[in-house]
């Protein structure tokens, strides 16, 4: 049995008592189930043995154990009191392919198990490795992360074994290696792996219908490539992609559609939204309702009326929120910062919420790059107090109706103001419109609708972003570099969660929107990478 006895060290807490005949007969074992079947109603027959892996699915796993998590870790910890076993530890997943190991992780010690299941007294918990039923969970995302790590390729054609195993784990230290426990479950089942059947109709260049606004290109690109792209969206290698379209040229190349998306589709491009802040902003320092990226803060607003003032405060510039430079305690990337976006969400004023964040003291403005959404939520709210009439309106009249943009949809602040944290839904034309309006330096069909320095001041490498080599950011636009056959391609584009993604090449006359619903996904922006690298830039660099 995959228990193991801890009869040297009591409980620190009492567990549930384990009265469900089935629990007491699988003690110690990872069962297998498809879809949710609640604990009262689960029988032995519902245990899988095999079980058909499609794309979308429900494979979920209930788990029986002789004691509680907590009670696991104080065996590993006994000092320690609960609130500090839970806030140190939790299970380590292991996962084996044909008896191979893949893949472990030690899920976070905030992970739970769901309604009605607490880790300091149940025995028993249910979770959802594949979902089909709009679940967000945290062991779908481990689930992908096993995947990324091994376990596709692993999971070829045909039928293998899985087995995952559970043991606690505590880390006591942050530079010091877990302790981890002993095997508490474990159990197997049989995958059956198709690949799924491809029809001529989904391989196949999907024509470009009349009335798209764009004159279509006539340049020859390698057609085989986005039919083997065409497939791989088809097969599911490439997941969740809406739509691709490629502008060459200033004309329609590329006009694709997936997974239920038209060219009617508003799109949920998530934080590539953001980009429009520094296009508004452009426009609002061409006619003089902002001075210019340098003008600092306390211009807009009295800082000393919100918390934790500092003189910092007060030097912080349009152009360090537009870099993602100021000296905020803000980052994204660190769920433990007080300005985490997932902060700002649920309080009644985001921009309060914002000005009231302390200074974080190794921070300079405009010495380091760490993504903030909240400071651009800060550069909406300026720009709306600045324009006649609010900026939603002012974006309308002097971007979106110039340049025939008429289908699109804000999201809003809980003070009702455009949202620029993100979300701004489009057509995917009409984001390829505004992508293009970068690679024509401002000008649309004639007109300068944004000034060609500001494009030039977007679209230049103002901060190293930390960690990524040879990638940088501009004014609310990322850049890296793509090489292929030795030979290396700039881009700057546009980016949102899911792998959505507007790229303007610099020497290329090539602009790419990709849009994706792949979000929170690990692999959502790398398989954009793939689209763009193996398939898009090798159709028309050899055509």
């Known amino acids: 049995m995959a228990?193991?006895?801890y009869s040297q060290t009591n409980d620190l807490l009492p567990a549930d008592a384990i009265a469900n005949p089935l629990h007491k007969a699988n003690i110690g074992k990872v069962t297998f189930m498809d879809g949710n079947i609640p604990l009262d109603?689960?029988?032995?027959?519902?245990?899988?043995?095999?079980?058909l892996l499609a794309y979308r699915s429900d494979l979920n796993i209930r788990v029986f154990m002789a004691n509680s998590v907590v009670n696991y870790l104080?065996?590993?910890?006994?000092?320690?009191?609960?609130?500090?076993?839970?806030?140190?530890?939790?299970l380590q997943f292991a996962f084996y392919i044909d008896n191979q190991f893949i893949?472990?992780?030690n899920i976070n010690p905030g992970c739970t198990f769901g309604s009605g299941g607490s880790k300091k007294s149940s025995t028993t918990f249910r979770v959802p490795l594949t979902s089909t039923k709009g679940e967000d969970w945290w062991a779908m995302y481990l689930w992908d992360r096993f995947k990324g790590y091994g376990g596709e390729n692993a999971l070829t054609e045909g039928t293998h074994l899985l087995k995952i195993e559970l043991r606690p784990y505590l880390?006591?230290?942050?530079n010091t290696e877990p302790l981890v426990g002993n095997l508490i479950a474990e159990g197997q089942v049989q995958l059956v792996i198709k690949t799924p059947k491809v029809t001529a109709k989904e391989i196949a260049i999907q024509k470009i219908?009349?009335?798209?606004?764009?004159?279509?290109?006539n340049l020859p690109f390698n057609k085989k490539k986005i039919q083997a792209l065409n497939a791989e969206i088809a097969q599911h290698n490439l997941k969740?992609?809406?739509?691709?379209?490629?502008?060459?040229?200033?004309?329609l190349m590329l006009e694709e559609y997936f997974n239920g998306a038209n060219r009617n589709t508003l799109h949920d491009t998530r934080s590539a939204g953001k980009s429009f802040a520094s296009t508004l902003m452009g426009?609002?320092?061409?006619?003089?309702?902002?001075?210019?990226?340098?003008q600092t803060l306390n211009s807009f607003y009295d800082l000393k009326a919100f918390a934790n003032y500092d003189p910092k405060k007060d030097e912080i510039k349009i152009k360090d929120l537009l870099t993602m430079s100021s000296a905020f305690e803000g980052s994204d990337a660190n769920s433990e910062s007080p300005g985490n976006e997932e902060n700002m969400y649920p309080s009644e004023n985001w921009v309060k919420f914002t000005l009231d964040l302390p200074i974080e003291k190794s921070k300079t403005n405009g010495g380091q790059w760490d993504y903030f959404t909240a400071g651009v939520v800060l550069l909406g709210d300026m720009l709306n107090q600045k324009v006649p009439d609010g900026m939603e309106k002012y974006a309308d009249e002097k971007l979106f109706k110039p340049m025939g943009i008429d289908n699109y949809q804000w999201q809003y602040t809980p003070q009702k103001v455009a949202n620029t944290a993100g979300s701004l839904q489009m057509t995917s034309l009409e984001y390829a419109k505004y992508a293009q309006l970068y690679k024509n330096n401002g000008e649309w069909k004639g007109a300068q609708i944004l000034p060609a320095e500001w494009v030039q001041k977007t679209l230049t490498k103002q901060i190293q972003i930390p960690g990524r080599d040879q990638q940088f950011y501009g004014y609310l636009f990322w850049n890296k570099t793509v090489n292929i056959d030795g030979k290396a391609y700039e881009t700057f584009y546009c980016a949102g969660n899911g792998g959505n993604e507007f790229i303007i090449f610099k020497d290329l006359p090539l602009t790419i929107i990709i849009t994706s619903k792949a979000y929170n996904k690990p692999y959502a922006h790398a398989q954009a990478d793939r689209i763009v690298k193996d398939f898009i830039l090798p159709s028309v660099l050899k055509p």
């Open 283 to 294: 426009l609002a320092v061409k006619d003089g309702y902002i001075k210019d990226e340098n």
């Open 3 to 5: 228990s193991e006895s």
């Open 171 to 174: 880390k006591l230290e942050e």
């Open 41 to 51: 109603q689960y029988q032995a027959s519902d245990f899988l043995k095999s079980y």
């Open 74 to 90: 104080h065996q590993l910890a006994p000092g320690l009191s609960a609130e500090q076993l839970l806030e140190k530890g939790n």
């Open 103 to 105: 893949y472990k992780e």
């Open 209 to 217: 219908m009349p009335e798209s606004g764009w004159e279509l290109s």
């Open 240 to 251: 969740e992609i809406t739509s691709i379209v490629v502008i060459r040229e200033g004309k």
